[in-house]
């Protein structure tokens, strides 16, 4: 296991109150897993994927404990974080069209964030330069601005350089909703690439695209209104998914090509809760069409059938 | 979100907000004065009723100045001349703005290439430079003339503000709506994109006033400003000629500037507090 | 960078042909005739310069040539240096007269604006880095930025020069030297240029520092900040790269405030009776002296476009972006 996340549970600290946008997360990865994590916006996918790596500063820390390769990642200490990122756990931002410093040439950049994090960029230098090859980018790149590179040559120098110390979790947050389509499955097949290479262990991949999860996902979790729904290899969610949302959410995507929209699904009545003042029990069973009394209690997210986990009340009971 | 409680969001935050609100009080306390002060004075403006220079009595509030007149009739009526020099010439400032930077940043194309060399053309030529050589010239000048001369010559940082606001707004859906049914520019212009940036204009204006009350005072120090009436810029100047410096008649030249370093400092402290209420990633959490 | 650099010239070319117009377009078209406006005012002349002035006023002027050999003679003039005469101090050229009172100017911009420029950068960074210090840095420094320039000064001297009595309050050095390249020269030339300094230093300060904390601040919010926080950059990294970004908008700052900047030193000069340009306007207003009035008015013009154009070039160097022919650049 080279992931293994217990209780989780992050919230946001608005004027109004406490926004429970993540609450008791449960799950683990294995070493070269590759799972996609996908949900309608404001599921709670993104705050999961950033608090592994960067509480920003609305996020509190509430509860749970995050175990990577075993060692214990302090997510609530900003300053002990510091030492993981990067070197353990690494991020590929929604942003990085902007993600890097416009006065800055790039290789001046790269070589100032190394050295600034203790390592020899004489050293890393040359490893550097085959993974530029790799992603097809010239090493002139590194001596040139960010304004230089055109969108998805900004996209690939990101993605090697935060995959450049080997991290053992990556996270890619959003990172194809920039590109057009031929990059963006250029831009997955190579994170599949780096994960053969083991230029990293396991992946988290959020998006709201499943198109491309089931292209490169071993395995897709499924989150709703800040509580997962569902995990399993990713043949299982789309062909025999179990929770009444997953299965909602599959449903309603067009058949040709597989994508959902970021907006509230159309073919469920009602909306997602509140997160400010969430209902008890499973936020889904407003709109759930099989929901019953037993469901005013927080499901566990069982294993049901081997790597394949679900959090339902109903599907327990049809399994027992 | 809907509008209302958006407004309700905004009103909240205004209210919490402590420089916002410290700036507001202190800049309202100074225009109290302005309208009410001249009620209470003892003396007509510039009048010689004193023989020379009093200190702050109970007689002459704020002392006299070295030819006897009263200080206190001054430095009020002189508050009055500073609010109008802020209304008239800040508010033409941000007017004119808006006309450039609304027009260049809706129409783009040549309209814009030319309206952005004028605005630099005017960005350059230092405001008093110009005022220089225009005063130079007028016999006879007012109040009012220096208020527009002000407000001719410093809209340019405004529109040019003011047009990377409509630049970005112009293509947003809502305006692309606007302009399928057939709305004429204007139109649009006034309705759908000038209430969308509010909060700006209305920060850009009061920038534009605070510095259309220094720009008056410099211009008024170096005996560029109004040959009749009374403002504070012209109370230093009458101050520095009648060495009250070196005589230390201190009543004389100080109060002018309190009240236009804290009128001026309070609006922009306004506009810091206003910045935090308008731009949810400013405020403190 | 081609580009931008014509660009810039053609704008301030098209300035000082503006300007210049200007200056030769008033006189003429206000009400009465010109040279009888000027003379009336001009009261406390004696008689003889008075007669010497009319004759040459009105050649000069040349009001019987059609309106466009006027325009051209005016340009033809002002390329060979010639700004006309001096009434203030007759019969001084007045170029000469502004080319004796520009050291002192430069004298007190030059120091003011770059050491205000650098120290109030830094102290803007160095504040925005606590709670506390922010909190007492920024009322601080929006009072100092809202004092207007003569009043600071008007302070410094009265406390500085008449109460403690430690600095001279008027003049560019004491009345009982001759200029030499003496020590007790030297430093009575200090001593005379340290309050008007020190008013335009401080006021500029203010501005500068406070410009810096809020740019730090949107700096440290911008994208590039996040991605070097995820990657475990320290926070002395994160802060540099913020600072230099933040210069950028800085530096075109310092180009839109040249104008008031200038405009404070002139009422500065006022009122320490430095002998600059400001001090020249104030006597050419007095003595309603037109033509050192012009004089100064291009002499500002000039400063100022050259000036900006140094800040442009400086953009250039620490902007990538206009060095590559994009967006950006101060003005």
């Not at chain 1, 057009?180 to 290479?197: G, H, I, N, P, W």
């Not at chain 2, 007509?44 to 702050?56: K, Q, R, S, T, W």
């Not at chain 2, 994109?193 to 008024?220: E, R």
Request: include cysteine.
């Amino acid at each position: 296991m080279s992931l293994n996340i217990e209780n989780l549970t992050v919230y946001y600290q608005t004027l109004k109150g406490e926004v429970h946008a993540l609450e008791d997360a449960s799950f683990s990865l294995t070493d070269g897993e590759i799972m996609g994590l996908a949900g309608e916006s404001g599921c709670g996918k993104t705050t999961l994927g950033t608090s592994l790596i960067l509480l920003n500063g609305r996020m509190r820390y509430i509860r749970g404990t995050v175990l990577l390769d075993g060692q214990e990642l302090p997510i609530w200490d900003n300053r002990g974080m510091d030492e993981f990122r990067f070197k353990q756990v690494s991020l590929i931002p929604q942003y990085a069209m902007s993600a890097m410093n416009p006065t800055r040439r790039i290789g001046k950049m790269v070589h100032e964030l190394i050295e600034a994090r203790h390592e020899d960029y004489n050293e890393i230098m040359p490893e550097l330069k085959r993974r530029l090859d790799l992603v097809e980018l010239p090493q002139e790149v590194l001596k040139l601005y960010p304004i230089e590179l055109s969108g998805g040559m900004k996209q690939r120098m990101v993605m090697v350089l935060s995959t450049l110390l080997n991290p053992s979790l990556l996270i890619a947050d959003e990172i194809t909703s920039a590109l057009d389509v031929s990059t963006q499955k250029a831009v997955v097949e190579m994170l599949a690439e780096f994960r053969d290479r083991k230029f990293v262990k396991s992946m988290i991949v959020i998006t709201h695209d499943i198109s491309i999860l089931s292209q490169v996902a071993d395995s897709i979790m499924v989150m709703y209104a800040g509580q997962l729904s569902e995990k399993a290899p990713t043949e299982t969610i789309i062909r025999h998914a179990r929770h009444p949302y997953t299965k909602l959410l599959i449903s309603s995507l067009p058949k040709v090509g597989i994508k959902y929209s970021e907006e509230i699904l159309h073919g469920i009545p009602g909306k997602p809760p509140l997160l400010l003042d969430p209902p008890i029990g499973c936020r889904f069973r407003d709109r759930c069409p099989v929901a019953y009394e037993k469901c005013t209690q927080v499901p566990p997210f069982l294993e049901l059938d081997k790597d394949h986990f679900v959090a339902c009340w109903k599907e327990f009971e049809e399994h027992a | 979100m809907s509008e209302p409680k958006k407004k309700n969001e905004f009103l909240y935050f205004a209210m919490r907000n402590g420089k916002l609100k410290v700036g507001a009080v202190i800049v309202f306390i100074f225009v109290l004065i302005a309208i009410f002060g001249p009620k209470f004075a003892r003396y007509p403006l510039n009048e010689f009723v004193a023989g020379g220079p009093n200190p702050p009595s109970a007689d002459f509030y704020m002392g006299t100045t070295a030819y006897g007149q009263d200080v206190y009739a001054q430095f009020v009526y002189g508050l009055g001349t500073t609010f109008i020099v802020g209304i008239i010439g800040g508010g033409l400032a941000t007017l004119l703005g808006m006309l450039v930077g609304f027009v260049g940043g809706y129409k783009g194309g040549w309209v814009d290439e030319v309206l952005n060399i004028i605005t630099n053309i005017i960005l350059v030529i230092p405001t008093f430079a110009l005022l220089l050589i225009m005063v130079a010239y007028l016999k006879l000048r007012g109040v009012l003339i220096e208020s527009i001369f002000i407000g001719l010559t410093s809209w340019p940082w405004a529109a040019r503000a003011i047009r990377a606001q409509t630049f970005s707004l112009a293509n947003r859906e809502f305006v692309d709506l606007a302009k399928l049914s057939g709305m004429k520019t204007m139109k649009i212009l006034f309705r759908e994109i000038a209430p969308n940036m509010m909060s700006y204009l209305f920060m850009t204006f009061i920038l534009q006033f605070g510095g259309a009350i220094l720009t008056a005072a410099t211009l008024d120090f170096i005996g560029l400003g109004p040959t009749q009436g009374v403002s504070l810029g012209l109370m230093m100047n009458w101050a520095t000629n009648g060495s009250a410096l070196l005589l230390g008649y201190w009543w004389w030249f100080v109060p002018p500037g309190i009240a236009i370093t804290a009128v001026v400092g309070a609006l922009y402290i306004m506009n810091v507090g206003l910045d935090e209420v308008f731009n949810p990633k400013l405020r403190e959490m | 960078m081609r580009r931008y650099f014509l660009r810039k010239i053609l704008i301030y070319l098209l300035t000082f042909f503006v300007a210049v117009t200007i200056d030769w377009m008033i006189p003429r078209f206000m009400p009465g005739d010109p040279v009888m406006n000027m003379l009336s005012k001009a009261g406390s002349m004696h008689a003889e310069a008075q007669e010497v002035m009319y004759g040459y006023l009105t050649s000069s002027f040349g009001l019987d040539l059609p309106v466009w050999q006027q325009y051209v003679n005016f340009w033809k003039a002002l390329f060979h240096g010639d700004l006309g005469i001096s009434i203030l101090q007759f019969p001084k050229p007045v170029i000469d007269v502004i080319k004796s009172a520009l050291p002192y100017d430069l004298l007190l911009l030059i120091p003011s604006i770059l050491l205000s420029y650098y120290a109030g950068n830094k102290f803007g960074a160095y504040a925005a880095r606590s709670k506390r210090m922010d909190n007492t840095l920024l009322p601080i420094g929006y009072i100092l930025t809202a004092t207007p320039y003569m009043w600071l000064g008007i302070l410094l001297g009265w406390v500085f020069a008449i109460i403690l009595n430690i600095f001279p309050i008027s003049g560019a050095y004491s009345y009982a030297l001759k200029p030499a390249l003496s020590w007790t020269f030297i430093k009575s030339v200090l001593e005379h240029w340290f309050l008007p300094f020190m008013s335009l230093f401080i006021v500029q300060f203010g501005g500068w520092a406070i410009g810096m904390r809020n740019m730090i601040i949107y700096e440290l919010e911008a994208d590039y900040a996040h991605y070097l926080e995820a990657l475990g950059a320290p926070r002395k990294l994160i802060r540099r790269y913020a600072y230099n970004n933040a210069q950028l908008p800085q530096l075109s700052g310092l180009a839109l405030k040249l104008g008031v900047i200038v405009a404070g030193a002139m009422s500065t000069e006022i009122v320490f009776s430095y002998p600059g340009i400001g001090y020249l306007i104030l006597m050419a207003i007095q003595n309603s002296d037109y033509y050192l009035l012009q004089g100064c008015f291009l002499f500002i013009i000039i400063g100022v476009l050259l000036a900006n154009f140094i800040i442009d070039i400086v953009f250039v160097l620490v902007d990538p972006r206009t060095r590559l022919g994009m967006q950006g650049g101060a003005s």
